[in-house]
């Protein structure tokens, strides 16, 4: 009989994020891991995303793929229950079973083999939503999750790789982000006018003069002095250079297509990151491009192996394909598993896109609440509007 010291871990549903917090829990304890996975490709891709995650912790931990791993009918009781045996066979030790999200009877056949044949085993399931281990045990209290993810390692688990990580700043730009969001209101409409001007899109060719009409901006409620202490506290922090306001003309000059960038909706990717930084999650990402897929994340939040995306947007009317690009991110990243926000800078939502938004199970950030930013997330992590499932 073999010494090692063994995990079985379960595979099916459709997330492999239970496993793969399970494994990491006791990962230290064990020397081998084996699989029982549910029939079906989904199921092979997700053991060896959960695969190369384990070998980036641990680079000796044991498995054969010819011994330590069996694919079954999760329906047929027999079959999974004889299954079990011949990937336990010679095994002395078998420490921890993992039997989160693989169906009923899998999970009950698992469990009644295990029970009869080995008696120091901890048999447990996973609660993402509380980042918990559970015990099937009587008497046994929960566990929280002892072993943190970076955003890298769970797109790894999910068949990705990060290529590029983009929007490099200083920090301190962060402080005028925050201004942004503390003079919302005022700040949105004179950014709208500076993008409107520059003709609307995201990007621009810089260097570049502005020369605005004064009017053009106290039509939209904006007195003098707002406008003002505004464009000089984007001269502080070098967005714009050479701000003048002459015989109610204002000039300034944008030197960079970076600093465009961040006026034209690169402060609010930017907020929210900070904010998220704030919070103390595992891992924290912005700007997430993955491989062989068009898009990008424009925050990524990790923590206890629970993941979080946010969608930032700005400038404009919002249209329902807004939310089609955080639900496809999703669908890629743990489906149901991955909480959702859309962050907008506008102050009102309409109903229409707030029914679409709740029926596709995406949280709503408008601009005035991005005051409470570090509250939502922290919030949104723990205790999600829409639990992981």
């Known amino acids: 009989m073999s010494s090692e010291r063994v995990m079985l871990v379960l595979i099916g549903g459709r997330s492999a994020v239970p496993a793969i917090a399970g494994v990491l829990q006791f990962i230290d304890e064990v020397d081998r891991i084996k699989f029982l996975l549910c029939i079906g490709d989904q199921y092979l891709q997700f053991q060896k995303n959960v695969e190369k995650v384990i070998k980036q912790e641990r680079k000796d931990l044991l498995f054969d793929i010819e011994t330590d791993l069996i694919s079954v009918d999760p329906n047929k009781f ?22 989160t999200t693989v169906p009923q009877t899998m999970a009950i056949s698992v469990y009644s083999y295990v029970q009869k044949k080995y008696k120091n085993i901890l048999v447990f399931t996973v609660n993402t939503d509380q980042s918990q281990i559970i015990p099937l045990v009587f008497g046994e209290q929960t566990v929280p999750f002892n072993k943190r993810l970076t955003v890298e390692n769970y797109i790894a ?94 000039k300034f000059r944008i030197e960079t297509e970076e600093n465009y960038a ?11 990151y900070s904010s998220a930084k704030k919070c103390k999650f595992d891992s924290v990402e912005i700007g997430v491009e993955l491989d062989n897929y068009r898009g990008e994340i424009d925050v990524f939040c990790l923590n206890s192996a629970n993941a979080m995306i946010c969608e930032c947007k700005t400038g404009g009317k919002l249209k329902s394909d807004d939310l089609s690009v955080i639900d496809s991110n999703a669908q890629k990243l743990g489906g149901n598993y991955c909480v959702k926000l859309f962050i907008t800078s506008e102050c009102e939502v309409g ?20 005051i409470r930013m570090i509250e939502i997330l922290g919030k949104e992590m723990q205790s999600p509007t829409y639990p992981r499932r």
């Open 78 to 99: 027999d079959e999974i229950y004889e299954s079990v045996g011949e990937l336990c066979k010679g095994v002395e030790q078998l420490k921890y079973v993992n039997l």
């Open 157 to 250: 688990m999910c068949g990705f790789n990060i290529f590029k990580k983009s929007l490099n700043y200083e920090s301190n730009i962060e402080l005028i982000a925050k201004y942004i969001v503390d003079h919302i209101e005022v700040s949105s409409k004179i950014i709208s006018v500076i993008r409107s001007k520059a003709g609307g899109g995201d990007s621009i060719k810089a260097p570049r003069g502005f020369s605005i009409d004064e009017q053009d901006f106290t039509n939209l409620g904006i007195l003098t002095n707002e406008l003002e202490d505004f464009l000089q506290k984007l001269e502080d922090f070098s967005i714009i250079n050479k701000f003048t306001n002459l015989n109610s003309i204002i």
């Open 262 to 272: 961040f006026l034209a909706g690169g402060w609010l990717e930017i907020f929210v």
């Open 351 to 370: 109903k229409e896109f707030m029914n679409k938004a709740k029926n596709n199970k995406v949280v709503i950030v408008s601009g005035n609440e991005l």
